[in-house]
């Protein structure tokens, strides 16, 4: 699953990216909200979640939610800010932020909020995917097959989720590397299909069919079998 995290705070976006990061959450870390609104505006990056921060260099917090809703996504809002007041909540709100979170606070409590948005977004299935005989599992990062029981890595997981969601389409190395890693990482030029090797071998030698099949020349889709 991909947030956007939008927070000028070095020390404060690094540690909610690295909290994030441990959750398995892939995270697109933005300092400025001019920046933030070119990735958001466009459709290649699929975020699940947006986090705010109210006062950013360029446009605010509260400019870039207006701007969402005024595109009519419905991408779940997190909108955190030091402001208190009551005023403050019913504009953040009224913006179309769909919580707020007041600094400072502790990460336990954002993990907390970020999974209340998730079970009410209809957008974003928290718990189980399921296709035919096979369960893509979010508590226990595992994927059950008949009576097999496959844990997988964090990248594993991101990589099955995303195919498990996708499950009719041909997906390029490209979408996959845009999907699955970071704003600033450059994974070497062979990372996915060295990490669909890897995860061919694990489900083999686990006694699963390969899932994911190779188009040539295209990219690659899910393959559930039968």
């Given at each position: 699953m991909k947030i956007i995290l939008v927070e000028d705070e070095p020390d404060l976006g690094a540690a909610i990216k690295q909290t994030l990061n441990q959750e398995a959450y892939v995270v697109d870390w933005l300092l400025d909200g001019n920046?933030?609104?070119?990735?958001?505006?466009?459709?290649?990056?699929?975020?699940?979640?947006?986090i705010l921060d109210w006062l950013l260099p360029g446009l605010s917090g509260l400019e870039l939610c207006k701007k969402l809703r005024s595109t009519n996504s419905p991408l779940p809002v997190l909108m955190l800010t030091a402001k208190d007041r009551m005023e403050d909540k019913v504009m953040g709100l009224d913006?179309?932020?769909?919580?707020?979170?007041?600094?400072?606070?502790?990460m336990a409590e954002l993990l907390a909020r970020l999974r209340a948005l998730q079970r009410r977004s209809p957008q974003i299935q928290t718990k189980k995917i399921q296709l035919k005989n096979f369960t893509l599992d979010y508590g226990t990062r595992t994927l059950y097959y008949q009576t097999l029981e496959i844990p997988l890595t964090n990248k594993e997981?991101?990589?099955l989720e995303y195919f498990?969601?996708?499950?009719?389409?041909?997906?390029?190395?490209?979408?996959?590397?845009?999907?699955?890693?970071?704003?600033?990482?450059?994974?070497?030029?062979?990372?996915?299909?060295?990490?669909?090797?890897?995860?061919?071998?694990?489900?083999?030698?686990?006694?699963?069919?390969?899932?994911i099949e190779t188009v040539y020349g295209l990219g690659y889709r899910l393959n559930l079998g039968g």
């Open positions: 920046e933030a609104w070119n990735y958001l505006e466009t459709e290649s990056t699929q975020y699940a979640l947006a913006a179309g932020a769909d919580d707020y979170l007041v600094k400072p606070f502790g997981f991101q990589l498990f969601k996708h499950p009719n389409q041909i997906i390029t190395r490209d979408q996959i590397i845009n999907q699955l890693w970071e704003l600033g990482e450059e994974p070497i030029s062979n990372v996915v299909a060295a990490q669909m090797r890897l995860l061919r071998r694990k489900l083999e030698e686990k006694g699963c069919i390969p899932l």
